[in-house]
């Protein structure tokens, strides 16, 4: 079965750059979550897009900006980077809202891990 | 907002023992609750999830229990393999027919079987 397909795996930038990280959730899901995981830590949430829309926003710096497109992929933008922005992102996907299919599951990607130096 | 506490944070077993796993939850809105298991370089994957209108359920070796009026829920394997060996995670949501909230996380239990 298709899952959540995330890109790039691995990134490595400097301070004060910038990263973009892509999700591409299974098919027919229209919701996107992003989770950002320190080392040793729980994933923590970032922002959430249900149709293309924002629908939830956590604890997401300034800095970063996020969408989801016609094609329900959703892409993370993050400007001057700072060292304690080193994390794995994981985005997750749900399905339908509409069709009474919010049983609650979120699916995970595997996760882009972000080194900055 | 939710806060989800969990406990212990690291826990070692003999294999084939049992592992239990506890948090709670502050929102009493909240009425999912799954169970993820996260491998070393990987996403967490869901190994069992509950609702509120549930007080327990099984899949094999790992089971999970709820209790509403004290805001808790537990995680049990038994007959622990080796391959038991991650790090799991409580969450809790409200999830609704016309709209998931997100997850929010516990802290994370690192188990470790010991063969």
């Known amino acids: 079965a298709a899952g959540v397909i995330q890109s790039p795996r691995h990134l490595i930038k400097e301070k004060r750059e910038t990263a973009t990280l892509k999700c591409y959730p299974i098919p027919r899901h229209d919701t996107v979550y992003w989770y950002q995981q320190g080392p040793g830590q729980d994933p923590q949430f970032l922002i959430s897009?249900?149709?293309?829309?924002?629908?939830d926003k956590g604890s997401i710096p300034d800095r970063f900006s996020a969408q989801q497109f016609s094609d329900y992929h959703s892409e993370l933008n993050m400007s001057s980077l700072e060292l304690g922005d080193s994390a794995l992102y994981f985005c997750a996907s749900a399905p339908s809202h509409l069709a009474g299919e919010g049983s609650g599951e979120l699916f995970f990607g595997e996760g882009s891990r972000l080194t900055v130096l | 907002g939710e806060n989800v506490e969990q406990h212990p944070s690291t826990l070692s077993v003999q294999e084939g023992d049992s592992a239990v796993i506890k948090c709670t939850y502050s929102?009493?809105?909240?009425?999912?609750f799954p169970w993820y298991k996260q491998e070393l370089g990987k996403g967490p994957q869901l190994i069992i999830d509950?609702?509120?209108?549930?007080g327990e359920k099984k899949d094999q070796r790992i089971a999970v229990t709820l209790n509403k009026t004290a805001k808790h829920f537990s995680l049990h394997i038994t007959e622990t393999q080796p391959e038991d060996s991650a790090v799991y995670f409580c969450?809790?949501?409200?999830?609704?027919?016309?709209?998931?909230?997100?997850?929010?996380f516990g802290t994370g239990t690192r188990l470790t079987i010991i063969p």
């Open positions: 969450a809790a949501s409200f999830a609704a027919n016309f709209g998931n909230e997100k997850l929010t």
């Open positions: 929102d009493s809105a909240s009425n999912y």
């Open positions: 897009f249900y149709e293309k829309m924002q629908s």
């Open positions: 509950i609702r509120s209108n549930v």
